[in-house]
């Protein structure tokens, strides 16, 4: 094997890079998905409470907050207009 057989085709590369960006969106969409399902307080038709409250540490309170900025910014939290940290993840 020659070292040019080593390489990728530019075009065989940009469809790997694309299919790497697809899955690491895919993955980080419901990672941020489950934090705020698991570290938020459930509410009524799918509603969570992200406040802080009495008990939640440092890295719980951290992780709501990355993970709702982490969804606002792609598009798929939606805030209770009535209480902003009311929030319900986008089906």
Known sequence: MNAQ???L???EHADRLAESL??????????ARSDIESWGVPLADRW???????GDDDY???????????????GQLE???????KVRVKA
């Open 9 to 11: 085709k530019p075009q």
């Open 60 to 74: 719980e309170r951290a992780t709501l907050i990355r993970a709702a900025k982490y969804l606002t910014l792609r």
């Open 5 to 7: 057989a080593a390489f």
């Open 22 to 31: 697809r899955l690491a969106v895919e993955i980080a969409d419901e990672a």
């Open 79 to 85: 805030v209770d207009p009535a209480d902003v940290l």
């Open 48 to 54: 969570f409470d992200i406040a802080p409250h009495d």
